[in-house]
């Protein structure tokens, strides 16, 4: 049966935000003397919202006070620059333009503040995408299944209808827990084995893979 809405969570799986996010997080971080986080170390620490990444950035055992400062600065720095260096990864534009173009309608679900997925879906995917969940109040962070529920809601859609696809163990558990069928795919911050830990049965190498599974 063909899904008429397909769930997408946003960095890793449609955009490749990693550079920008680590450029946040260090300036953040300088502003404090901290020492600065590479690109790998970045990547690791992502998948749980903002606060959980700048937790994992600061040293163990900093002063909470600081703590909320670098969170403080990473948003304010994030929100002016959250795509300087961003950008879709390859194919993902024409994949939503033909899930579109099939009738199939498009979400996205995601642990970034919700301003700045707002802004990124707004920026990158013009008209592309129907409903949008970021972290926001009220609406616990995935893995909880809220904001797929949410996306459900807002839309009228059954949820047998919808298909979630992600990039990271986050995403294997948010799809678990929303009892959806997901495919999880492997250009993003996540590599095969640890998805297929999490639990993954299904993924996709490229885009173009993707939009064939799921049009058929």
Not at 21 to 44: F, H, I, K, S, Y
Not at 63 to 91: L, M, N
Not at 150 to 158: G, I, Q
Request: charged share 25%.
């Amino acid at each position: 049966m063909r899904k008429q809405l397909v769930i997408f969570d946003l960095d890793g799986t449609l955009l490749d935000t990693l550079d920008d996010l680590t450029d946040a997080v260090n300036w953040a971080l300088a502003q404090e003397g901290m020492p600065l986080r590479t690109r790998e170390e970045v990547r690791a620490f992502v998948g749980n919202g903002i606060r959980n990444l700048i937790e994992r950035a600061v040293p163990v055992g900093a002063d909470p006070a600081r703590t909320d400062r670098v969170f403080d600065g990473f948003k304010e720095h994030y929100a002016e620059h959250c795509a300087d260096k961003t950008c879709p990864y390859p194919g993902v534009l024409q994949l939503l333009v033909r899930l579109r173009a099939e009738g199939i309608r498009i979400a996205v679900v995601s642990n970034k503040a919700d301003f700045a997925v707002q802004a990124l879906c707004r920026d990158y995917f013009p008209d592309l995408v129907d409903c949008v969940v970021g972290e926001r109040a009220g609406i616990p962070k995935k893995p909880a299944p809220d904001s797929v529920n949410e996306v459900l809601r807002t839309l009228d859609m059954a949820r047998e209808r919808a298909i979630y696809i992600g990039d990271s163990e986050v995403d294997v558990a948010t799809a678990r827990n929303a009892r959806m069928d997901g495919i999880f795919v492997l250009w993003g911050f996540r590599g095969k084995q640890a998805l297929e830990q999490a639990g993954a049965k299904s993924f996709a190498a490229t885009a173009q893979e993707l939009c064939a599974m799921l049009i058929g």
